[in-house]
């Protein structure tokens, strides 16, 4: 195991001579978004034994576990009810309904997560092929699977079903979504929606989806293959439409983040609106091995882009598979994933965004290195309560001296190192020693390496006291996690009672 020596070094009238090439964080107490969380995909597949094994929930999900994960997707089948055993194709030995996610949503939810569902594909009897199927499939030739104009009235009543349904099992679900990958044509279970198609659904239909009896149920969009803004662009600039829609969502295939994704951010932020990212692996076709560490560190990359583009929540694809946080215990993959249910290296390098990052409000900030796709070094800033993170990711193999310039003043700090898949590298805690309050410091950063550094800030310089301790007494009140007062609570947000006493909510709306 490698040693690594982190040291601070206080920059007030000392001018520092060092060998190692330095790169600069300049941090703004300018606030960006607010970020709900991070999660993966509880759907049939990798995670087999479907609707028995929640060991991949326990491991990643919730403050007890390792990861912090708090957002699990499922599909929403096509089925109507949890008893059907098989879809309307195929041979599946394996129950293809409600029934499926619904252990380890139970799990995800007593331990304080976000579950939201997906359709893959509205019940077959809705649809232009009489299907579940998209389309594509030899039997079918060209036909594609669409909703059919006169079962639009049927697909909200059909999500009150689910909702219903799940409500009946133990589990009241947070949001639910338009389609899965609307643009995309395919074998499995698929719908097709244009633009135009999506926009008539949830224009005339949506207000159907029964928000009072479900808690306050949120609606997503459709979630295209490569995060096609014209989905999204076309609710929002529809003002009923985007009445109805709470977040916008899209997956990234063949799109990185700073594209696609960026630019239907900056419509959803005019309006106040989440953006999620739904699904991607970055290796996911890797074979009969396991990631790289250098392809860790590009997932690294990829979801700080998410989040610099815009994002509020990163949803992985599947939970469980060599290529991904859960070990399938297939030794085949390698010896890391021999043991069946072991958290893989890539679920620690989520850990340094979902253990730290939950909850936090991205800073605006400039870094010496561009922010480009696949960039060498990324940076990130985040401030949360009384802590102020800072990110970082080096592809470079060499160190270098990290300059970290703060909008306030901080007293001390740790640092969380991710150096390699060797497990004993994944993750390490060390102290930064701070000898007096400064906004400027001087810290390692490691060759190849996802560094996490969390400073406490001055008791003075602390947002969120600052503001609380001028709020109004008597009377219920909400701010964000920087102390700015909201109109409507929403997220995670600070609960100021009557009293003057205070608590962490999230707020499901």
């Not at 392809?295 to 994002?311: H, I, R, S, W, Y």
């Not at 970082?392 to 991710?418: C, H, W």
């Not at 930064?432 to 906004?439: A, G, H, L, N």
């Not at 996690?481 to 929403?490: A, Y």
Request: net charge negative; charged share 20%; aromatic share 10%.
């Amino acid at each position: 195991m490698r040693k690594i020596i982190t040291s601070v070094i206080m920059l007030a009238a000392v001018t520092i001579v060092n060998a190692k090439q330095k790169v600069t964080i300049n941090i703004s107490a300018t606030p960006l978004q607010t970020i709900t969380g991070f999660g993966a995909a509880c759907c049939y597949g990798a995670m087999e034994p479907f609707a028995k094994d929640t060991n991949p929930v326990k491991l990643l999900y919730g403050d007890e576990s390792a990861i912090g994960l708090n957002i699990m997707r499922m599909e929403i089948s096509p089925n109507f009810v949890g008893d059907v055993v098989v879809p309307e194709w195929g041979n599946w030995d394996t129950p293809y309904d409600w029934n499926g996610s619904l252990p380890s949503a139970k799990i995800v939810k007593e331990r304080g997560g976000i579950v939201f569902g997906t359709p893959w594909s509205p019940p077959g009897d809705y649809k232009t092929n009489g299907t579940a199927q998209g389309g594509n499939a030899d039997d079918q030739g060209n036909q594609e699977g669409r909703l059919r104009l006169d079962c639009y009235d049927k697909f909200f009543p059909w999500l009150n079903m689910f909702l219903q349904w799940m409500h009946d099992h133990g589990v009241d679900v947070d949001a639910v979504s338009i389609q899965n990958e609307p643009d995309w044509w395919v074998s499995y279970s698929g719908c097709l929606y244009t633009p135009d198609e999506q926009l008539n659904l949830v224009k005339n239909y949506a207000h159907m989806l029964d928000r009072t009896t479900y808690n306050g149920v949120r609606l997503i969009s459709a979630e295209p293959l490569g995060f096609d803004p014209s989905y999204s662009n076309k609710l929002l600039n529809d003002p009923t439409a985007r009445e109805q829609i709470d977040i916008i969502a899209g997956h990234i295939y063949g799109h990185p983040p700073l594209n696609n994704l960026k630019s239907a951010a900056s419509l959803a932020k005019m309006y106040g609106k989440e953006v999620w990212m739904t699904e991607h692996s970055v290796s996911d076709n890797i074979g009969d091995r396991l990631p790289t560490w250098q392809e860790q560190l590009e997932f690294a990359e990829e979801v700080n882009e998410c989040l610099q583009a815009g994002c509020t929540g990163y949803i992985y694809w599947y939970m469980r598979a060599h290529w991904a946080f859960v070990s399938t215990g297939e030794s085949k993959y390698g010896e890391a994933n021999r043991v069946k249910n072991r958290l893989l290296p890539r679920a620690y390098v989520m850990s340094h965004f979902s253990k730290y990052v939950t909850g936090s409000t991205l800073l605006e900030s400039t870094c010496s290195f561009d922010l480009t796709t696949n960039a060498n070094i990324e940076t990130s800033a985040f401030i949360k309560g009384d802590s102020l993170i800072v990110l970082a990711i080096n592809r470079l193999e060499n160190d270098r001296d990290f300059i970290i310039k703060l909008p306030y003043n901080v007293t001390s700090g740790e640092v969380v190192l991710s150096l390699s898949n060797d497990s004993e590298e994944l993750c390490q805690k060390s102290t930064i020693d701070i000898s007096e309050p400064s906004q400027r410091l001087v810290v390692d950063l490691p060759g190849e390496s996802v560094a996490t550094y969390i400073f406490k800030l001055e008791n003075s310089s602390t947002p969120v006291q600052e503001v609380m301790a001028s709020g109004q007494i008597g009377q219920t009140v909400y701010y964000d996690l920087q102390g700015r007062r909201l109109n409507t609570p929403r997220g995670f947000c600070i609960e100021r009672h009557a009293d003057g006493t205070t608590r962490k909510v999230f707020m499901n709306e």
